[in-house]
Nanobody, 123 residues
Framework: QVQLAESGGGLVQAGDSLRLSCAGS????????MGWFRQAPGKERDFVTA????????AYADSVKGRFTISRDNAKNTLYLQMNSLKPEDTAVYYC????????????????WGQGTQVTVSS
């Protein structure tokens, strides 16, 4: 099984920045598309962003374009999500995800999920 571990969440004010990290195995980072979903209380899990195995292709939800940047360092077995200009509506549990295929935007596209890290943005 692929194990993913998120870190970097916290409580910040609107307009602040956070960087989330996701650690996994080398085999995962060498071969898998990876990404981030988020889930606010009482809501479904929504696609945020994803990046293919080589880092040459990315996709973003319209709600985060221009503010969030996904990147990966396969040599360090680490995925990142740089979040700038955070808004209260970004408050959610953020999940690192992986799949052995191309970029998908549905939760069911992804086989592997981390346990999540809480991001709370106050106004």
């Amino acid at each position: 099984q692929v194990q993913l571990a998120e870190s970097g969440g916290g409580l910040v004010q609107a307009g602040d920045s956070l960087r989330l990290s996701c650690a996994g195995s080398k085999r995962t980072f060498d071969t898998h598309t990876m990404g981030w979903f988020r889930q606010a209380p009482g809501k479904e899990r929504d696609f945020v962003t994803a990046i293919n195995w080589s880092g040459r292709r990315t996709a973003y939800a319209d709600s985060v374009k221009g503010r969030f940047t996904i990147s990966r360092d396969n040599a360090k077995n680490t995925l990142y999500l740089q979040m700038n200009s955070l808004k209260p509506e970004d408050t959610a549990v953020y999940y690192c995800v992986a799949r052995p295929g191309g970029i998908g935007t549905l939760a069911d596209d992804y086989y592997y999920w981390g346990q999540g890290t809480q991001v709370t943005v106050s106004s």
